[in-house]
């Protein structure tokens, strides 16, 4: 169940260059809301909506937090906006991250960084979150991380913060001393491929966030088709109904 309106925006910060933080006012989208669901943003004189994870949910003051990148027209129109605003969105979307009891480990690319915030702070010192970013000015939300309890593990691609080098890299490693009951992974499909392959050396479930391009977000226009192998068959899903969270081992990353 999902619900539209619009909405007013309550914060808004830039977190690094182009990366913008929003609050948005919206207690029926908040109290619906998990970790790893999507919300769709309708950026002022659009038709398509532009789908964006749901970083933080704050069911007591009825909010919902989400970090987006400048990508193109959309987001540009997006960023525009200011606190005091109204917002037009459709959310919670999607199939969000199961939440398991025990370790979990958390491995962000980019601006796949912000959807593992949410189910993180679920796990708090029971998480480690292993972060990679092009640079130290392109890093966010470690301070987030952190005062949720979580360890983290930054990298960046070129040694300007944090450890020099990927973070599939720093998963193998970690998983080599520590134990890891779940992973969640949300970035680049290479990242993602990369992460799942290493789950399953280590034994460990994993879950993956794809990022798909969207046109309708709910299921009906196969704008989101992904291939995926579910009960003994390859099949095409839907990123934004079925997903955006899928069992790694069902994704198949060459489709
Ligand atoms: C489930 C889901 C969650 C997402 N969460 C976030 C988030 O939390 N923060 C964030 O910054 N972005 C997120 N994205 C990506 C975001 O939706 C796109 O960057 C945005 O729609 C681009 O719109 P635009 O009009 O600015 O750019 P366009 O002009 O449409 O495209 C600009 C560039 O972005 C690429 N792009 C467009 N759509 C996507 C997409 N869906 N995924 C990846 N690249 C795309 C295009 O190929 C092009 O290179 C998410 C996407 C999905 C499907
Ligand atoms: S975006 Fe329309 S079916 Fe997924």
Redesign the pocket.
């Known amino acids: 169940m999902y619900k539209q309106g619009l909405y007013p925006i309550t914060a808004k910060t830039a977190s690094a260059k182009g990366?913008f933080d929003i609050t948005v006012l919206c207690p029926e989208i908040a109290e619906l809301a998990s970790p790893g669901q999507?919300a769709q943003l309708l950026?002022p004189g659009?038709f398509?909506r532009?789908?964006?994870?749901?970083?933080g949910i704050d069911k007591t003051a009825g909010t919902i937090r989400?970090?987006?990148?400048?990508?193109?027209?959309?987001?540009?129109?997006?960023s525009r906006l200011n606190v005091g605003d109204n917002i037009d969105i459709m959310a919670p979307?999607?199939h969000g991250f199961t939440k398991f009891e025990g370790k979990a480990v958390c491995v962000g690319g980019g601006?796949?960084v912000?959807?593992m915030l949410g189910i993180a702070s679920l796990y708090g010192s029971d998480a480690a979150v292993i972060t990679g970013f092009r640079n130290a000015a392109a890093v966010i939300l470690q301070e987030d991380f952190k005062s949720a309890g979580c360890e983290t593990i930054l990298c960046t691609d070129d040694g300007s913060a944090g450890i020099h080098g990927f973070v599939t890299t720093a998963l193998e490693e970690y998983l080599q001393s520590k134990k890891a009951d779940i992973i969640y992974a949300?970035g680049p499909t290479p990242m993602l491929r990369a992460v799942a392959s290493t789950a399953e050396k280590y034994g460990v479930h994993c879950e993956v966030?794809?990022?798909?391009?969207?046109a309708c977000g709910v299921g009906a226009c196969l704008g989101?088709a992904c291939k995926i192998m579910r009960d003994g068959r390859e099949q095409f899903l839907h990123?934004?109904k079925d997903?955006?969270v899928f069992d790694a081992k069902e994704v198949r990353f060459d489709g």
């Open positions: 990366i999507f950026a659009y398509l532009r789908p964006i994870s749901i970083c989400m970090v987006f990148e400048v990508r193109g027209e959309g987001t540009e129109a997006l979307l999607g601006i796949g912000p959807p949300c966030s794809l990022e798909q391009r969207m989101c990123v934004c997903g955006p």
